[in-house]
């Protein structure tokens, strides 16, 4: 099997499990934005799910993000199919500049230092155009007391938001989550559909929803997700070798 069939074989079944979530959750799979994401896979991998029709890859570290987007730039070229980048790791804030120069998405925004940073180099993209970047907020799942927690606490959502739409070169758009490790991914959702209901009140037009992964997509879909991020279920396990 060429790595051609076998990433078309994952993508149609994680096309086939997204659809069947919706049909059971009384959504329509276009709401659904599939986010590949690739992080230890090559470039000629993100080729190939262009090739079959996938419009938005993610990424999760900086420098693995920046070299795999700069040897694709000929995709994103003129009359090239629409290829966005999404960063959903860890920030680094002396690294939040340099992403939001190649990220057209930042998923995992979840302290005000960021969001200067974001935005200054939001602004400086190159590009004839100005252009902005879209931003959802981190939210965390995870009690306030949790080691090694990522994302911001419900609470500390609204002045964060408040800085994103502030900002002249970020969009706000939503919100992003990951269920914690060793917890049922249809509890943490119900959490996170409290949390995003509150903001929805205050933000309406910021009606993204990044959640679900490979595991638990379905869990996510039934709770409002509009961005999946699925990597191994299209790509296969991750190579151990970082
Ligand atoms: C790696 C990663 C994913 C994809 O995980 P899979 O289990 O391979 O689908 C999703 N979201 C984030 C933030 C990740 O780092």
Redesign the pocket.
Known sequence: MTRHDEIAAGLARVRGRIAAACADAGRDPDEITLVV?T?YFPASDVRLLVDLGVTDVGE?RHQEAEAKHRECADLLGAGAPALRWHF??GLQSNKAAAVAAYADVVHSVDRAKLVGRLDAGAHDRPGPAPTSVDVLLQVSLDPPDSPGRAGADPTDLPALAALVEAAGSLRLRGLMA?APLGEDPVAAFARLSDVRRDFLADHPSADWLSAG???DLEAAIRAGATHV?????VLGSRPSVQ
């Open positions: 994401i992080k999760n959903v790791g990951v992964m490979s595991g991020r699925v990597g191994t279920a």
